[in-house]
């Protein structure tokens, strides 16, 4: 089957980037792959980070959890979401720990399954999951593989990672567990005090630049690439697009490629995205359309019908341009896109 859009995603780069931030963070480190492996494939993330040396994968729900399937040798699955009222079968029934994040989850789980271990999320400000202080008592009687927290502010500089860092160091010297782990992508970068026994990069590994500390040692991993449906000349003073918002000044050559807003690639791309194919960069002109937009062609004489462009997509450029954070360049990219590992 052709498909006339695809990710091309490159393994070698998102090992790489993996054994980065184990090596920055100088302790075992996991991968959050909830999100479908932020949009790339949980499944085939998961393989890869697996023959890489990870251990330690995190899902958000066990619906995710489910659909990952077996896990690589010796690796073991957290379920971030922990264990609501309608999962304890599910959970019951699976080899992944869920992550305990209130009082009824920790009442759930003692009941359901007593002694069989499990993680837990403590809050130390972010105030969206996790134990407050004043609960850890419930926490008696639990078998905790990983007590977790989870930073706010982590890819800013900001006086909340001390205070959650002290609040967590704080928390681990009196509640027991096999291991303790705070840092996601951007809290490696802080530093050695962060890291603890385990760290839980998401973002980072799929070629997202959390902090400046991880600029040039983070490489991209997924490459969006769009078919050449069409090459026209556009005359001076016509129009393209849906809203005739861009008129062209000198006859111009347009590729129109198969990439639009129900793929991800979304309208915010309009008067700052690009295309690039063998050097040239393309500028994207006139509106996204639902699955097509023409770039501006001129630099690329050659290009034609059935070729591909690389539609600019390094992560914190992307960012810049679209106004998206990293996370939703990656999330947002539609199942329309035929995911090709190299
Ligand atoms: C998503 C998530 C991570 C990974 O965060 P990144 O910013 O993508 O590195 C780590 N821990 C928890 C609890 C998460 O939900």
Known sequence: MHHALRLRLDSAALQNNWR????????????????????LGAREVTRRLGAAGCRDFFVSTWAEAAALGPMPEAATLSVLHGVGPDDLKTALASNARPV????????????????????????????????????LHLLDGLTIDTL??????????HAMNAVQQGR??????TVSAKRYSLANSAGICLGADY??????????????VPRGEAEGHIAQV??????????????????????????????????????????????CFAGSGSGSVAGAVLPLIGRVSMD???????????????EWVTMDYALPAASDA?????????????????????
Not at 148 to 157: K, R, T, V, Y
Not at 168 to 173: E, L, M
């Open 195 to 208: 890291a603890f026994d385990l760290v839980r990069p998401g973002l980072a590994l799929y070629g997202g």
């Open 222 to 267: 997924a490459f969006p690439e769009a078919e050449v449906i069409q090459r026209r000349t556009v005359k001076a003073s016509e129009t393209i697009g849906y809203g005739a918002t861009w008129t062209a000044t000198a006859d111009t050559e347009a590729a129109i490629v198969n990439i639009g807003y129900a793929d991800g690639y979304l309208r």
């Open 322 to 342: 679209s106004g998206l954070s990293q996370y939703e360049l990656l999330t947002g990219l539609s199942p329309r896109f035929e995911r090709r590992w190299t």
């Open 100 to 135: 305990l994040n209130t009082a009824a989850q920790v009442a759930r789980w003692k009941a359901a399954a007593p002694g069989r271990a499990c993680d837990v999320m403590v809050d130390t400000g972010m105030n969206r999951l996790g134990l407050r202080g004043e609960e």
């Open 148 to 157: 977790m927290s989870h930073l706010a502010c982590a890819d800013e500089d």
């Open 292 to 306: 097509l937009v023409a770039l501006d062609a001129n630099a690329a004489p050659q290009l034609a019908e059935g």
């Open 20 to 39: 980065w931030l184990q090596r920055v963070a100088g302790v075992a480190a996991g991968a959050a792959v909830k999100a479908d492996g932020y949009g």
């Open 168 to 173: 967590f160091a704080a928390v681990a010297a």
